[in-house]
């Protein structure tokens, strides 16, 4: 084990430009995706924080809009969604640029996607509700146009960077490590910075640190761009041209694309917990600095099963590690119902169950490759786009519905305009009790298509292999 951790070194230095032999990704292009990703994402996070929900504290508590309303509004942006899907399938699935099929997206949305989130925080909190209201909805309508595009060109982007299975895990899994201190920066610099500006729930603090980020974010996010290559398994006389219906009607007959929608439809609200955070720091204990600390604390808790995932993958299978942390994680948050009123066991448990998430993430991201090697090798077309944006069009269309659910009882206990009434525990628990347990129903019943997937790690070996052969002919 000495000898090989004394060898890194010098197998960086070899390969710094060149892949090892049977590799496709250099060190210095796993640098540039990761590195690079660290900007991605640090604008990916400021998204979270101006997202159309109650928990944001600039859009529920700072402008004051109603759980129900940001629900509805939900539900528009979720048309709005159905609308784009479409255009932007063909969109990825027909670019034959030089740069490839994601990386020009990189540099086409980021820009706006960070000028429409710096907007957000401008908006007049002082005019009539509705007029603030609507203008909310469309800036941050065009903003998540641009986001969901610049978002899934990143994401994308590792899958086609190797057609290499185990490659591809290792690197969704140390990437995903390096990249995730881009939302870890700021979850904890955030708020602690807001200390000096008046707090999570003032504007100044938003107009002032939101440019400042987004900056950041643009810059490092060229890294990935300059630094990357697409690496897809086709002929070199391959051109994508895909018309909508073909794309819809080849991606209906894949049976993996409809077991892994169903398991992201059914992971709907098993993120639930991670939105309790931010109010027991600010409405239980009172403390913003406190929310930056535990911020940065449970920013960590995804990292350990996010760089053992490729080892849990080889050893028993990705279906098999998708299931059991997602059950794991309902047995922790099954524990928080109990522990609300002691701050550190609470934490302890929060931390343990968004431990879990990281190799999920891991895992359902290398599957979501393999459907698209899958889909190319049962029909001959690379169909990214559509299986991607097609997902998105049936996971929004559910989410309609599931999004009436929380708010729903956020007014039901008491939770309208106005979230001081947040302070009141009588208010406060019996909400933090609704997102704890349709956590735990969450993580249950996602698990189920899991068990008809069968799509195995030999098999898209042989798959790979194959894809190989044809282009070779070709």
Same mark, same amino acid.
């Given at each position: ?6 060898? $890194? ?24 995706? *990761? ?7 640090? #604008? ?35 048309? @709005? ?63 998540? $146009?641009?986001? *969901? ?6 994401? *994308? ?21 390096? /990249? ?27 107009? $002032? ?12 996010? #060229? ?47 098993? /993120? ?60 922790? =948050? ?16 929060? /931390? ?8 999920? *993430?891991?895992?359902? &991201? ?64 019996? $909400?933090?009790?609704?997102?704890? !347990?349709?956590? @735990? !129903?969450? =993580?249950? !019943? ?6 008809? /997937? ?10 790979? &292999? ?9």
């Amino acid at each position: 084990m000495l000898e090989k951790i004394k060898k $890194i070194p010098m197998e960086i230095k070899n390969h710094w430009k060149t892949p090892a032999e049977g590799k496709y990704i250099s060190y210095r292009e796993f640098a540039a995706y *990761s590195f690079g990703g660290i900007g991605v994402n640090t #604008i990916n996070s400021l998204f979270g924080y101006v997202a159309l929900s109650a928990n944001c504290l600039l859009v529920g508590s700072a402008y004051g809009i109603k759980p129900t309303h940001l629900a509805w509004m939900n539900i528009i942006m979720g048309i @709005i969604n159905l609308i784009k899907t479409p255009f932007i399938s063909m969109l990825i699935d027909n670019t034959n640029s030089k740069y490839g099929k994601f990386r020009p997206y990189l540099l086409y949305t980021g820009v706006p996607t960070a000028i429409l989130l710096c907007l957000m925080a401008f908006i007049p909190n002082d005019i009539n509700y509705w007029a603030k209201t609507a203008i909310i909805g469309v800036t941050y309508a065009c903003m998540m $146009i641009f986001q *969901s595009l610049y978002a899934q060109a990143f994401t *994308s982007l590792a899958q086609v960077l190797t057609p290499n299975g185990e490659e591809r895990t290792s690197l969704l899994s140390v990437s995903m490590f390096i /990249y995730s201190l881009g939302p870890s920066i700021v979850n904890m610099l955030l708020p602690i910075l807001a200390t000096l500006t008046g707090g999570m729930t003032d504007f100044k603090t938003y107009r $002032i640190f939101f440019p400042i980020f987004s900056i950041i974010g643009i810059i490092l996010s #060229i890294i990935t761009f300059k630094g990357t290559e697409e690496k897809i398994v086709v002929a070199k006389d391959y051109v994508a041209k895909v018309k909508f219906s073909e794309g819809i009607k080849q991606v209906a007959k894949n049976k993996y694309f409809w077991l892994i929608n169903i398991h992201s439809i059914l992971s709907g609200l098993k /993120y639930g917990i991670g939105s309790i955070l931010g109010w027991y720091c600010i409405y239980q204990i009172k403390s913003d600095t406190m929310l930056g600390i535990m911020n940065t604390v449970i920013g960590t808790a995804s990292v350990p099963l996010m760089l053992l995932a490729p080892l849990l993958a080889k050893k028993f299978g990705k279906r098999n590690v998708v299931i059991w942390t997602n059950l794991i994680r309902a047995l922790f =948050c099954a524990v928080m119902l109990f522990t609300m009123d002691n701050t550190v066991v609470f934490f302890v448990f929060l /931390y343990l169950a968004t431990l879990t998430l990281g190799g999920d *993430s891991v895992v359902t &991201s290398s599957m979501t490759a393999e459907i698209f090697d899958y889909q190319q090798w049962k029909t001959g077309v690379r169909l990214e786009g559509f299986i991607t944006q097609f997902g998105a069009m049936i996971t929004t269309l559910a989410g309609m519905f599931t999004g009436l659910i929380i708010p729903y009882f956020y007014e039901h206990y008491g939770l309208k305009e106005d979230y001081t009434v947040l302070y009141d525990s009588a208010v406060r628990t019996p $909400i933090f009790n609704i997102l704890i !347990i349709t956590t @735990i !129903i969450s =993580c249950v !019943i996602c698990v189920i298509p899991m068990f008809f /997937y069968n799509l195995k790690e030999e098999d898209h070996q042989k798959i790979i &292999s194959d894809l190989k052969e044809r282009a070779g002919d070709e």
